[in-house]
């Protein structure tokens, strides 16, 4: 299993920033679709964004525009910079990696290396 470790969770006020890491030392970083997800307690876990291997990435409608995820293939990191927070985006965010698949990462379902999660919480 590869391990995943994300960092940079925390408490802040609505309008501010973080940047969330996702790091391995798996071999297959490069060639897997990566992904953010979060989950709040009582619900499922959703579908932040993803990124392809090429760095072509995909948003949920409720981030698009205020989150930015990216890829540093050479560092086996993802990143997910998340600006204009909202007190709806308080959540637990996991970082996943699909290694079956290069493309389309927004729609594969086989996800199966996860985080331990980052809290992030955004209130005033």
């Known amino acids: 299993q590869v391990p995943l470790v994300e960092s940079g969770g925390g408490s802040v006020q609505p309008g501010g920033s973080l940047r969330l890491s996702c790091s391995t030392s798996?071999?297959?970083?490069?060639?897997?679709?990566m992904g953010w997800f979060r989950q709040t307690p009582g619900k499922e876990r959703d579908r932040v964004a993803t990124?392809?291997?090429?760095?072509?990435?995909a948003y949920a409608t409720s981030v698009k525009g205020r989150f930015t995820i990216s890829r540093d293939n050479a560092k086996n990191t993802m990143y997910l910079q998340m600006d204009n927070l909202k007190p709806e985006d308080s959540a637990m965010y996991y970082c996943?990696?699909?290694?079956?698949?290069?493309?389309?990462?927004?729609?594969?379902?086989?996800?199966?290396?996860w985080g331990q999660g980052t809290r992030v919480t955004v209130s005033s």
């Open positions: 990124i392809d291997t090429d760095g072509s990435p």
């Open positions: 798996g071999s297959t970083f490069s060639s897997s679709c």
């Open positions: 996943a990696a699909d290694p079956s698949a290069v493309e389309w990462c927004y729609l594969t379902d086989n996800y199966n290396y």
